[in-house]
């Protein structure tokens, strides 16, 4: 029988180191979900190399790799340094982590300053001596950390709707504060974390279903009664194409529906086995039909290059990442450990879905990255601290019980 699940470590308990030996470490390590990651990360360069080794833009085959073979090296470090320390002690800092997370977004958002860099009509990045930073890929793993202490910390109260609220509107801010970038993906992870969160917390049913009728009237006074009645525009014009482009891609196949109608043809001819790994025979990749095909439409490059076998070792890896960060979760000895793991799964199970969804033309094209795939090193990095939270959850979880 699984132990009982403690909320949270008391602040004497969080001081206290557990005890274990490297050995012990490393036979709390779970090493599938380790070799499962390293698995990923290595089929997506080896797909990043394919789709961006003839770029005539680039100064070598390798750019593409090479940078994200600096995420790789980084990520990997902080993986090992955080599944080696102890997650509970995070708890005590959430309302720093939480603050200092705000802090980021908005400096993000400050344009002509040096912190904030335009791109593509978008200030997403900061500006590091040596590297830019996405702020909102940062923001969804200390969003979860600090939301789980919170949630943690209110499970008497879970009967009490204005304690709900209350992390609604703490997820809220932040949310916003990515909106404005405009980063309408992301936004829409944050909502994902949420909602995933308060499941597993146990939030009443009712408070979940008010929740969602006010998400729905929301959503409606944004896109219909506030631009047609008051002349307000929440979304931007091609964020709105891109939202309902995906249901009818053929009625605007130069302009708004390109980019989705190039990725369904890249994915279609692919057929069962793929065209084959770097192959340039009529391929929407490397001819450079198929727009964004290192980043967001990476999936796309998979299916033409290597058919439905390899979209299925793709989601299989997804699939056994995502089971081990829902087993850490059931076998986490507080609540607070389990609420990460669950709201790490949660990123992961969106961003794959919808990403994967868009590149088939099943969900609408909001520019969510494939995590571990796609080219970015911000991304990457945050994912690979991610696991290793997973990781550090369930050493300290085998090294509890076996005291």
């Known amino acids: ?52 080794h003839a770029d005539t833009n680039i100064s070598t085959p390798f750019f593409y790799v090479r940078s994200q073979g600096i995420g790789l090296v980084i990520g990997f470090a902080f993986l090992v340094m955080i599944s080696v320390s102890n997650y509970g002690w995070i708890a005590r800092w959430r309302t720093y982590i939480y603050l200092g997370t705000l802090v980021l977004l908005v400096i993000t958002l400050i344009p002509g300053i040096g912190a904030g860099s335009a791109t593509v009509g978008a200030n997403r990045w900061i500006q590091l001596p040596f590297f830019r930073l996405q702020s909102s890929e940062l923001a969804k793993l200390l969003l979860v950390v600090s939301l789980a202490g919170v949630l943690a910390e209110g499970v008497a109260l879970r009967h009490r709707l204005r304690f709900v609220v209350m992390c609604v509107v703490y997820v809220l801010v932040p949310t916003a504060l990515v909106f404005l970038q405009p980063d309408l993906g992301t936004a829409l992870v944050f909502g994902a974390i949420l909602v995933t969160m308060l499941v597993v917390w146990g939030v009443r049913l009712p408070h979940l279903g008010i929740l969602a009728g006010v998400t729905v009237f929301a959503a409606v006074m944004a896109l219909r009664i506030l631009p047609s009645a008051f002349g307000i525009h929440v979304l931007k014009d091609y964020q709105l194409q891109r939202l309902t482009i995906f249901l009818d891609p053929e009625r605007d196949p130069t302009k708004a529906g390109y980019q989705l109608t190039q990725s369904k043809i890249a994915v279609g001819s692919g057929m069962f086995t793929g065209k084959g790994y770097l192959s340039q025979s009529g391929s929407q990749t490397n001819l450079n039909f198929l727009p964004e095909h290192h980043t967001d439409f990476i999936f796309a490059v998979v299916g033409e290059q290597l058919g439905f076998m390899g979209a299925m070792l793709l989601i299989g890896l997804f699939a056994v990442i995502i089971w081990r960060a829902f087993r850490i979760a059931r076998l986490s000895e507080d609540v607070y450990g389990r609420l990460i793991a669950t709201g790490i799964a949660g990123i992961l199970v969106f961003q794959v879905f919808v990403n994967i969804g868009m590149t088939i033309g099943i969900m609408p094209v909001t520019g969510i990255p494939l995590p571990f795939v796609s080219f970015g090193s911000s991304s990457l990095v945050v994912f690979l601290m991610a696991i290793g939270l997973l990781e550090s959850i369930h050493v300290h979880s085998v090294a509890g019980r076996a005291r």
């Open 1 to 52: 029988m699984a132990p009982p699940i403690k909320v949270l470590q008391n602040a004497r308990e969080r001081r206290q180191p557990l005890g274990f030996s490297v050995g012990g470490y490393l036979r709390g390590v779970d090493w599938i979900l380790l070799a499962a990651t390293l698995a990923l990360v290595t089929y997506g360069l080896l797909m990043l190399y394919s789709a961006t």
